[in-house]
């Protein structure tokens, strides 16, 4: 009786998914046509933090009941399934390829393995991400804000949304109204995304616990995979309605708020265990996004053939892991 309610709360938690991924999508991807906001800044910022959420939630409320150590193989896990399994299926499920903007290959995505790398160094050194670290972390995510600001008004100059001065009477107000609409599609979706997130975690935690499996490799795949389920849902539905930025975007823009503001934030509130099993994991990160960099610098998208070398490349890693 037990696993057949955590299999009806599965099921409900991905059709809360699902439906808060349309609805994000074409709420975020609205507002950023409306104001003339590069869709690629959209989703390194809104869409990678909202998608992020369970993540920083899960993390900082592990932080503050002072079991941190659940952040690293959080982050790790959702990192590897960002970009192996997410942007894999992405690729695979697009109607064409996934283009990766320029910007994309020359800054984000180096900065992500950056950042990758900084926090295994960190680990490997000492074993846990001091306070100190954590603030190091905070102020390269600050950097990278700055960056993305910087990022939004050159696209904002350059794309103008239009000349509202001359917009009046009853156009002016409709437009207002499709502005409030588009704000509230995203809040829902997100909202959305969030609960069903949860629900899905929670469940499928259950069920693997009813048929046996360990707690490592429930914290590293499925509730990695629960927490990375906004990310899944954002950007395969993003993709298909050929919003590629927002697709691409709010990957790398995830993994590096994963790694710089999750754990950043956990290691302020309290030094954070970087135990050393968890540095195969990190290397696997790290080199996942390398593979991804590779991909997308060779031909400036992400092709199908791509696409299935990085699930095959998590399929390798699930194998390890088992």
Same mark, same amino acid.
Request: proline share 2%; glycine share 12%; charged share 15%.
């Given at each position: 009786?037990?696993?057949?309610?955590? !299999?009806?709360?599965?099921?409900?938690?991905?059709?809360?998914?699902?439906?808060?991924?349309?609805?994000?999508?074409?709420?975020?991807?609205?507002?950023?046509?409306?104001?003339?906001?590069?869709?690629?800044?959209?989703?390194?910022?809104?869409?990678?933090?909202?998608?992020?959420?369970?993540?920083?939630?899960?993390?900082?409320?592990?932080?503050?009941?002072?079991?941190?150590? !659940?952040?690293?193989?959080?982050?790790?896990?959702?990192?590897?399934?960002?970009?192996?399994?997410?942007?894999?299926?992405?690729?695979?499920?697009?109607?064409?390829?996934?283009?990766?903007?320029?910007?994309?290959?020359?800054?984000?995505?180096?900065?992500?393995?950056?950042?990758?790398?900084?926090?295994?160094?960190?680990?490997?050194?000492?074993?846990?991400?001091?306070?100190?670290?954590?603030?190091?972390?905070?102020?390269?995510?600050?950097?990278?804000?700055?960056?993305?600001?910087?990022?939004?008004?050159?696209?904002?100059?350059?794309?103008?949304? $239009?000349?509202?001065?001359?917009?009046?009477?009853?156009?002016?107000?409709?437009?207002?109204?499709?502005?409030?609409?588009?704000?509230?599609?995203?809040?829902?979706?997100?909202?959305?995304?969030?609960? $069903?997130?949860?629900?899905?975690?929670?469940?499928?935690?259950?069920?693997?616990?009813?048929?046996?499996?360990?707690?490592?490799?429930?914290?590293?795949?499925?509730?990695?995979?629960?927490? @990375?389920?906004?990310?899944?849902?954002?950007?395969?539905?993003?993709?298909?309605?050929?919003?590629?930025?927002?697709?691409?975007?709010?990957?790398?823009?995830?993994?590096?708020?994963?790694?710089?503001?999750?754990?950043?934030?956990?290691?302020?509130?309290?030094?954070?265990?970087?135990?050393?099993?968890? !540095?195969?994991?990190?290397?696997?990160?790290?080199?996942?996004?390398?593979?991804?960099?590779?991909?997308?610098?060779?031909?400036? @998208?992400?092709?199908?053939?791509?696409? $299935?070398?990085?699930?095959? $490349?998590?399929?390798?890693?699930?194998?390890?892991?088992?």
């Amino acid at each position: 009786m037990e696993i057949l309610l955590q !299999i009806f709360l599965l099921a409900a938690g991905f059709t809360m998914l699902i439906k808060g991924a349309d609805f994000f999508v074409d709420g975020s991807s609205g507002i950023a046509s409306r104001f003339g906001i590069p869709q690629l800044v959209v989703g390194l910022t809104i869409v990678a933090m909202g998608t992020s959420a369970p993540e920083a939630a899960v993390s900082i409320s592990a932080a503050l009941k002072g079991n941190a150590g !659940i952040t690293i193989g959080n982050v790790a896990g959702s990192n590897i399934l960002n970009i192996l399994v997410i942007l894999g299926f992405t690729a695979i499920l697009a109607k064409k390829t996934v283009p990766v903007a320029s910007s994309t290959i020359k800054y984000e995505m180096p900065f992500m393995i950056v950042t990758m790398l900084t926090l295994l160094w960190m680990g490997y050194a000492e074993n846990e991400i001091s306070r100190l670290e954590g603030a190091g972390l905070w102020v390269l995510f600050l950097s990278y804000l700055l960056y993305l600001f910087k990022m939004a008004k050159k696209g904002i100059g350059s794309n103008p949304a $239009g000349d509202e001065g001359e917009i009046a009477g009853s156009e002016g107000e409709k437009k207002e109204k499709r502005l409030a609409m588009l704000a509230l599609f995203t809040i829902i979706g997100l909202a959305l995304i969030v609960i $069903g997130s949860s629900v899905t975690v929670d469940a499928a935690t259950a069920v693997a616990r009813i048929i046996g499996l360990s707690e490592r490799f429930i914290g590293l795949t499925i509730v990695a995979l629960g927490t @990375s389920l906004p990310e899944l849902f954002t950007s395969v539905s993003a993709a298909r309605k050929g919003s590629a930025d927002i697709a691409i975007g709010n990957i790398v823009g995830s993994n590096i708020f994963n790694v710089l503001f999750v754990v950043g934030t956990s290691a302020l509130i309290t030094p954070v265990v970087f135990e050393s099993k968890f !540095i195969v994991d990190f290397i696997v990160a790290v080199a996942a996004g390398v593979l991804l960099w590779g991909f997308s610098h060779s031909g400036r @998208s992400l092709n199908r053939v791509e696409g $299935g070398l990085l699930l095959l $490349g998590y399929l390798g890693y699930f194998i390890y892991l088992l």
